[in-house]
């Protein structure tokens, strides 16, 4: 957490700051934290008992590790600690996502607009001239909107929107699926409620014609004794 923290924090100041003495600060830093991930990989690889089966189910880590602007994701491991975990199991669930969606656009949102600003900003012809244009541009990108009136003209810019775009629509999915579920949930809900009621007007009028059988039964013989006399 801290490494991503700081990672992030070097990252902003190389691409809003440009200066050679906070360059070279900025530089450490990346250095330093891109060690401590690489570490980190190894160790967990080598201690892993099953490797392969290991490596494959952490494919991310890898990548965090081959590509420093992966790094921050570090960060959504946050979103575990919250709250929400005190929930009911359902809605904690639900929590955790929206929770998790939040936190992975706001930050991928800014990790993009950092990424294209440094890519286009000595491009000729460039769209995107500040980190104001880059923020409005992730908005509008991350959201499926893409008004058209900026774009990327490099390549590493055009793989920046690319992975953008998969990850807001992504997102939009998750979103779409826990809305879904919630509503699923509250319709069962409803209908969990409206059987009980059933079930207590049947167990109610059970109990009602038992009570008036035994009372029959209870009176049958005095009525044939009474018809006898």
């Known amino acids: 957490m801290i490494a991503s923290i700081l990672f992030l924090f070097a990252y902003s100041l ?13 530089k450490v830093i990346v ?33 965090i590790v081959a590509l ?41 949102v800014y990790i993009a607009a950092l990424a294209m600003y440094d890519a286009e900003r000595m491009a000729p012809d460039a769209t995107i001239g500040s980190f104001g244009d880059a923020l409005w541009w992730a908005f509008t990108t991350i959201t499926t909107v893409g008004y058209g009136d900026m774009s990327p003209v490099t390549a590493t810019g055009r793989v920046i929107a690319v992975g953008l775009m998969i990850g807001g629509i992504t997102l939009l999915g998750i979103v779409t699926a ?20 059933t079930a207590d007007h049947v167990e109610a009028l059970r109990l009602e014609i038992a009570q008036l059988r035994t009372e029959l039964s209870r009176r049958a013989p005095q009525d044939a004794g009474s018809e006898s006399r």
């Open 14 to 26: 190389q691409v809003l700051t440009p200066g050679p003495a906070i360059n070279g600060f900025a």
């Open 178 to 197: 826990t809305l879904a579920s919630w509503l699923v949930d509250k319709v069962s809900e409803q209908e969990q409620s409206k059987t009980a009621v």
């Open 31 to 63: 250095v330093i934290t891109w060690a401590v991930f690489a570490v980190e990989y190894l160790v967990s690889l080598v201690l892993a008992p099953k490797r392969a089966s290991w490596f494959f189910r952490h494919l991310p880590d890898l990548a």
């Open 68 to 108: 420093p602007a992966l790094r921050p994701l570090r960060l959504l491991r946050l979103v575990t600690l919250l709250s929400v975990m005190q929930r009911v199991a359902g809605n904690a669930l639900r929590g955790r996502v929206v929770t998790y969606v939040v936190s992975a656009s706001v930050l991928l």
